[in-house]
């Protein structure tokens, strides 16, 4: 009984039909001036526009061309129902207002419209068009697939997931894909704030992620618009930092170095002086990519895709020596699949030296060129693949080169080392100082943890036993 009742009150208060009509300019301005009359009828009927109080008016022309006459504005809209694999949808667009857009264009715009719906490309409502937040959840999962099929860790899959937790999601988590697309300016607006608030860098990286996840998901749907979301930004001038450790500063990088209390993360930082790697390639490698015996270190799957061989001079092997022997004092595994440096991944990036990481990198192809060592064997020995050169020749030329990068690799350790104001006698005495400063300052760690044990063990004693803590009397105060 009640639901017939609310039937017979939603057919009681449906608005009338509008029969389809042949809409012209003159027609819509002569409906204009009977706006007012025509809401007043929808109100007798007891139906509302809660939005706008108006009326649409179909085209007989082209089906699903609408003008829709309100109380303030007359828009141009299109509307069709189509179905796909069993279900059914409806395309609704927002043309245009008349009478900036005149009866004529309209039609041509919602004959596209048509048009598209036909074929399939028309872009999908704000419903059923995905989410940003979705689209970037799988776009994260597809970068940390895509690190583990390369067998390295997933450092840009945690870097874009900070950028979107901390930027990037707090504006479009709740926006569609399809919104993203049409709202060019918004973005691009948005751009423009976090230029100014987290910097030029930051705002260009967020950029690129949002039009990576849109072609990622663009790939899936191709119904969204191929207009990007990023198509108005426009990006902040960057430029690589190449900054190097000047000659005259070694002796201050060295004195630094000597003040680093961990052999290991010491060793760390000279094999980057001396190599010139990546320094997040030089942190994951393992000791199974030594050979004592042919005097070579094998940066494996390195940035380029390729296996890096690169030949060991003496000082690098003395160093490589200090890292085995510190891992061994300090109870670290030198089996061939252990770290050479364990717990340099982040740790040795914090030190206070005058230059670590890529700086060193730098410094390394600075010291090649002032030595006037080849281009193409500074490359090979750096790791980079020359522009030029097809892939499947370096090998050949690696091979044909490497006496050469022998003998390029020991001037290049030799003059590292004079810089530094040793030699290769010195530098054994730097490395015997370093280990024996690591073991003593592990000694004091673990006396200083093992006291701090104690004093939480005592603490947590005298709570279970129920007693005030409170600092420790002597004994002559608790005779007294």
Same mark, same amino acid.
């Not at 009326?55 to 309100?70: A, H």
């Not at 930027?167 to 709740?174: C, E, Q, R, V, W």
């Given at each position: 009984?009640?639901?017939?009742?609310?039937?017979?009150?939603?057919?009681?208060?449906?608005? %009338?039909?509008?029969?389809?009509?042949?809409?012209?300019?003159?027609?819509?301005?002569?409906?204009?001036?009977? #706006?007012?009359?025509? &809401?007043?009828?929808?109100?007798?009927?007891?139906?509302?526009?809660?939005?706008?109080?108006?009326?649409?008016? /179909?085209?007989?022309?082209?089906?699903?061309?609408?003008?829709? &006459?309100?109380?303030?504005?007359?828009?141009?809209?299109?509307?069709?129902?189509?179905?796909?694999?069993?279900?059914?949808?409806?395309?609704?667009?927002?043309?245009?207002?008349?009478?900036?857009?005149?009866?004529?264009?309209?039609?041509?715009?919602?004959?596209?419209?048509?048009?598209?719906?036909?074929?399939?490309?028309?872009?999908?409502?704000?419903?059923?068009?995905?989410?940003?937040?979705?689209?970037?959840?799988?776009?994260?999962?597809?970068?940390?697939?895509? =690190?583990?099929?390369?067998?390295?860790?997933?450092?840009?899959?945690?870097?874009?997931?900070?950028?979107?937790?901390?930027?990037?999601l707090p504006k479009f988590a709740k926006w569609?894909?399809?919104?993203? +697309?049409?709202? /060019?300016?918004?973005?691009?607006?948005?751009?423009?704030?976090?230029?100014?608030?987290?910097?030029?860098?930051? !705002?260009?990286?967020?950029?690129?992620?949002?039009? +990576?996840?849109?072609?990622?998901?663009?790939?899936?749907?191709?119904?969204?618009?191929?207009?990007?979301?990023?198509?108005?930004?426009?990006?902040?001038?960057?430029?690589?930092?190449?900054?190097?450790?000047?000659?005259?500063?070694?002796?201050?990088?060295?004195?630094?170095?000597?003040? &680093?209390?961990?052999?290991?993360?010491?060793?760390?930082?000279?094999?980057?002086?001396?190599?010139?790697p990546r320094p997040g390639e030089l942190a994951?490698?393992?000791?199974?990519?030594?050979?004592?015996?042919?005097?070579?270190?094998?940066?494996?799957?390195?940035?380029?895709?390729?296996?890096?061989?690169?030949?060991?001079?003496?000082?690098?092997?003395?160093?490589?020596?200090? #890292?085995?022997?510190?891992?061994?004092?300090?109870?670290? %595994?030198?089996?061939?699949?252990?770290?050479?440096?364990? $717990?340099?991944?982040?740790?040795?990036?914090?030190?206070?030296?005058?230059?670590? $990481?890529?700086?060193?990198?730098?410094?390394?192809?600075?010291?090649?060129?002032?030595?006037?060592?080849?281009?193409?064997?500074?490359?090979?020995?750096?790791?980079?693949? /020359?522009?030029?050169?097809?892939?499947?020749?370096? =090998?050949?030329?690696?091979?044909?080169?490497?006496?050469?990068?022998?003998?390029?690799? #020991?001037?290049?350790?030799?003059?590292?080392?004079?810089?530094?104001?040793?030699?290769?006698?010195?530098?054994?005495?730097?490395?015997?100082?370093?280990?024996?400063q690591s073991l003593s300052a592990a000694e004091?760690?673990?006396?200083?943890?093992?006291?701090?044990?104690?004093? !939480?063990?005592?603490?947590?004693?005298?709570?279970?036993?129920?007693?005030?803590?409170?600092?420790?009397?002597? /004994? +002559?105060?608790?005779?007294?």
């Amino acid at each position: 009984m009640m639901a017939t009742r609310k039937l017979a009150v939603r057919k009681a208060r449906k608005a %009338p039909e509008r029969a389809p009509r042949k809409l012209t300019d003159d027609h819509i301005e002569a409906l204009r001036e009977f #706006a007012d009359s025509d &809401v007043a009828d929808r109100r007798s009927h007891g139906v509302e526009n809660e939005r706008s109080e108006g009326v649409e008016y /179909p085209d007989s022309i082209v089906k699903g061309l609408f003008v829709f &006459v309100g109380a303030n504005r007359t828009i141009w809209r299109f509307r069709r129902r189509r179905r796909e694999k069993g279900v059914r949808t409806t395309i609704f667009r927002t043309l245009g207002e008349w009478p900036m857009m005149n009866t004529e264009d309209a039609r041509k715009t919602a004959e596209i419209a048509v048009g598209n719906v036909h074929t399939g490309e028309a872009a999908p409502n704000k419903r059923s068009s995905i989410r940003f937040e979705i689209a970037f959840a799988a776009y994260l999962e597809y970068l940390k697939s895509k =690190a583990e099929k390369r067998g390295k860790p997933p450092r840009w899959f945690y870097n874009v997931k900070m950028l979107g937790d901390g930027i990037i999601l707090p504006k479009f988590a709740k926006w569609t894909l399809a919104e993203m +697309a049409m709202s /060019p300016g918004a973005v691009s607006s948005w751009h423009a704030e976090i230029t100014k608030r987290n910097g030029p860098v930051s !705002a260009n990286h967020c950029a690129r992620v949002i039009r +990576a996840t849109y072609k990622r998901a663009s790939r899936l749907d191709v119904s969204l618009p191929q207009r990007l979301p990023t198509s108005a930004v426009e990006f902040n001038e960057e430029s690589a930092k190449q900054d190097a450790l000047p000659f005259k500063s070694f002796p201050a990088w060295l004195k630094a170095w000597r003040k &680093v209390d961990n052999a290991i993360r010491q060793a760390y930082h000279l094999t980057a002086l001396l190599v010139g790697p990546r320094p997040g390639e030089l942190a994951r490698l393992r000791w199974e990519a030594y050979s004592d015996n042919e005097r070579t270190l094998i940066i494996a799957k390195a940035k380029a895709g390729k296996d890096i061989v690169i030949p060991v001079s003496e000082e690098i092997a003395a160093v490589l020596r200090m #890292a085995r022997k510190a891992a061994e004092a300090l109870g670290y %595994p030198v089996t061939p699949d252990a770290l050479i440096f364990p $717990g340099c991944a982040q740790a040795g990036h914090r030190d206070e030296l005058p230059a670590r $990481g890529n700086m060193l990198r730098h410094t390394y192809s600075t010291v090649a060129a002032d030595l006037g060592i080849d281009d193409l064997i500074r490359h090979f020995m750096m790791g980079h693949a /020359p522009e030029g050169i097809s892939q499947k020749y370096i =090998a050949t030329l690696i091979l044909a080169n490497g006496p050469k990068m022998r003998e390029e690799q #020991a001037r290049m350790s030799r003059r590292i080392v004079e810089l530094l104001g040793l030699n290769a006698l010195t530098l054994k005495w730097e490395i015997a100082a370093g280990l024996a400063q690591s073991l003593s300052a592990a000694e004091v760690r673990a006396d200083r943890d093992a006291n701090a044990l104690a004093k !939480a063990q005592r603490l947590s004693a005298r709570k279970r036993r129920g007693k005030v803590l409170g600092p420790r009397k002597k /004994p +002559a105060e608790i005779t007294r």
